[in-house]
């Protein structure tokens, strides 16, 4: 029940198999996204699904697409479309904070840093940003500090014993520094 309230939008660019078969599994598996529905990229035919999805536009309606669907991730299916027209769709994304998924096959179109990752256990790579905000990382900052902090305090006794009996039973520096050549080739 609280899957289906707090489930994430998506909206699938494509109306190919893949689009389908992610469909289906999203609705057996109950997963928490609800497929909006199908965008089209110019290249896609009709199909059925398991249950009836609506045609929302073409891709070059993303953008008013997006503003009144309130949708949070895009699926990307059609191997067929054009790779400025991916550009887009990932500059989009990444724009305006949505995770931008496509299935492995798609990888050789973009040459970013990509994200292997699994979209409800369907192997996917999810290009675009962390959903993150500005309260949420300094929040998560201050508990990792004040976490660690208190273990630390406790734990420095042990440190130093430690870092002691390595001192007295050794005739090198408690900490290793390794020669590593660095930047420009100094050690």
Same mark, same amino acid.
């Given at each position: #029940?609280?899957?289906? /309230?707090?489930? #994430?939008?998506?909206v699938i660019i494509g109306t190919n198999e893949e689009a389908k078969q992610i469909t289906n599994y999203m609705i057996k598996n109950n997963a928490?996204?609800?497929?909006?529905?199908? /965008?089209? &990229?110019?290249?896609?035919? *009709?199909?059925?699904? =398991?249950? &009836?999805?609506?045609?929302?536009? *073409?891709?070059?309606?993303?953008?008013?697409i997006a503003s009144y669907t309130e949708i949070n991730d895009i699926v990307v299916t059609e191997e067929n479309i054009d790779k400025e027209l991916l550009l887009r769709i990932l500059d989009y994304g990444i724009g305006n904070r949505l995770n931008v998924w496509c299935p492995p096959k798609l990888l050789s179109i973009r040459n970013i840093k990509i994200q292997p990752d699994s979209l409800c256990g369907l192997p996917m790579i999810r290009l675009g940003t962390q959903k993150s905000s500005w309260l949420f990382n300094p929040i998560k900052h201050g508990l990792d500090a004040l976490m660690t902090l208190p273990v =630390? /305090?406790?734990l &420095?006794?042990?440190?130093?014993?430690?870092?002691?009996?390595?001192?007295?039973?050794?005739?090198?520096?408690?900490f290793y520094k390794p020669d590593a050549i660095g930047r420009h080739g100094n050690i």
């Open positions: #029940w609280m899957r289906k /309230i707090f489930r #994430w939008e998506m928490p996204f609800y497929v909006k529905g199908f /965008i089209t &990229s110019g290249t896609d035919g *009709d199909f059925e699904c =398991a249950v &009836s999805k609506t045609c929302l536009g *073409d891709v070059n309606q993303l953008t008013e =630390a /305090i406790l &420095s006794p042990v440190f130093f014993l430690i870092a002691l009996a390595v001192k007295l039973t050794s005739e090198g520096p408690v």
